[in-house]
């Protein structure tokens, strides 16, 4: 298996076409870092079974694959239609109501019951991604909403609706996320993704459900909404990482701000040293084809040299006909990519603040690997703090992670350039330099003659603030 693959992560959503153990093992084999569980689809059953297959793969592997489990978060939809296809007409008036039925052409049920108190005249509706638009007219301001088709088509059960200009009063953080995070934590996975949030204050109750379970799943917080734009420092601030909800997103905000927005997020995320993934749509074509468009390969690459953690791939990998050579043509293009440009972002430490002098050490660590040309960064660490700075300054080296704390490993999967590995107690830094030096040629990631930087924390034993910097050949 091959240990050192890309800088840039790849995460690959599971489902009916890639739960099974033989195809998951393929899928580890072609480059992923990442298995999402989407928890808008499946049982926990079904998640279950898929979270022991990437346990015994990792196991059986020596691998550290993450488990991403996303939430549904407050998903609008309608009901389901007549013969499942109703078609909608230009100009026609149509009844969007909050008690159940069967859809028409002229009524169709809503999912979100407060829709009639907290729509205006006015306010757009776009359905199955905006590929229909409507506009509401009237509201009784109880169950039933009137509304005039301004771009029609038809019209399939269950389809996402969209409501880009109306304040939802929906919580981020439904009964049946609850209870989906409470399974993912009861079976440790490493990330939890919130949906549709809008402000930092909607990660608070999700914060609080991890703490009071005594886990250690890290948040990240979807950005799909325009008060989430708004409010993006605070949010960037309160999680552990962000994604860029590109499907949602790019219906709720006019389409041609995406890609700067993708950008200003990464840009930000990058300084800050938290996480980002950029998701939906990277390879869509490869759901039906066997390799992805011109367009698509350059989406990817340049998601690539924004700096971002990760790439997404969801319907290509959960139930497209090519989900293992999906992840072979996302890894190929990010190898490729990340060829041709040369990383190396800087964020100066903030002075006075509480991280200045952990800050500073990771800074110039990078500055003397880039100035010697150094093979590798090799940090220790049990909070993974300094693996998260390095890894935010994009060095060129190598960034190896040595940990006693077993539930990081499978986190820093997520996270750009970072490979980690558990070792056991060792009484002094002069020890634990040595066992990482012996490891590592071991494997042949450094090699007689390489420069290697050190980053830890001594005394060793107290896990205190990144302090010592060791300059080395191997």
């Not at 509304?147 to 049946?176: C, D, M, Y």
């Not at 509480?354 to 590798?376: E, Y």
Request: charged share 25%; glycine share 6%.
């Amino acid at each position: 298996m091959r240990l050192i693959r890309s800088q840039t992560k790849v995460i690959a959503t599971i489902g009916p076409v890639s739960s099974s153990k033989e195809v998951l093992e393929k899928m580890f084999h072609e480059g992923v870092d990442v298995c999402r569980l989407n928890f808008s689809h499946g049982t926990h059953d079904d998640h279950l079974q898929v979270i022991n297959n990437i346990l015994e793969l990792n196991q059986e592997l020596n691998a550290n694959v993450a488990i991403l489990a996303d939430l549904q978060g407050p998903k609008i939809r309608i009901g389901e239609v007549e013969n499942n296809r109703v078609e909608l007409i230009d100009c026609a008036e149509v009844l969007f109501v909050t008690e159940k039925c069967m859809g028409t052409a002229e009524k169709l049920y809503l999912s979100y019951k407060e829709f009639p108190r907290d729509v205006n005249v006015g306010d757009t509706i776009l359905v199955d991604d905006g590929k229909m638009k409507l506009e509401a007219i009237e509201t009784n301001g109880k169950d039933t909403v009137k509304a005039r088709v301004i771009h029609g088509g038809f019209l399939s059960s269950k389809k996402g609706v969209n409501l880009p200009n109306t304040k939802i009063s929906l919580p981020s953080l439904t009964e049946k996320d609850i209870e989906d995070v409470n399974f993912a934590l009861d079976n440790n996975v490493d990330w939890i993704a919130l949906s549709f949030v809008r402000s930092a204050e909607d990660l608070v109750q999700l914060k609080e459900i991890v703490r009071n379970k005594k886990k250690f799943a890290r948040i990240i917080a979807k950005i799909e909404k325009p008060e989430a734009i708004d409010d993006i420092e605070a949010i960037i601030d309160a999680s552990n990482g962000i994604m860029v909800a590109r499907g949602d997103l790019g219906v709720e905000v006019p389409f041609d701000q995406v890609p700067l927005l993708q950008k200003d997020i990464v840009k930000r995320c990058v300084e800050k040293a938290k996480p980002v993934i950029i998701a939906t749509q990277m390879l869509e074509s490869m759901i039906t084809n066997f390799r992805p468009t011109r367009a698509e390969a350059n989406d990817v690459a340049n998601a690539v040299l924004d700096g971002a953690d990760a790439v997404m791939l969801s319907a290509e990998t959960s139930a497209g006909k090519y989900p293992i050579e999906s992840i072979a043509a996302m890894q190929k293009i990010i190898d490729w990519t990340e060829k041709g440009v040369a990383f190396n972002r800087e964020a100066l430490p903030v002075p006075g603040s509480r991280t200045f002098l952990p800050d500073s050490i990771c800074l110039n660590a990078c500055r003397m690997a880039s100035q010697t040309n150094a093979k590798a960064i090799v940090t220790f660490t049990y909070s993974g703090y300094t693996a998260f700075k390095i890894s935010s300054h994009r060095p060129q080296s190598d960034i190896f992670v040595f940990t006693r704390n077993k539930t990081l490993l499978r986190k820093m999967s997520l996270v750009w350039g970072v490979r980690a590995f558990y070792f056991d107690e060792h009484d002094n830094m002069d020890d634990a330099i040595q066992h990482s030096i012996d490891f590592l040629k071991e494997y042949k990631h450094i090699a007689e003659g390489d420069v290697v930087v050190h980053v830890g924390s001594t005394p060793f034993e107290e896990k205190g603030q990144t302090n010592m910097i060791k300059l080395s050949y191997v």
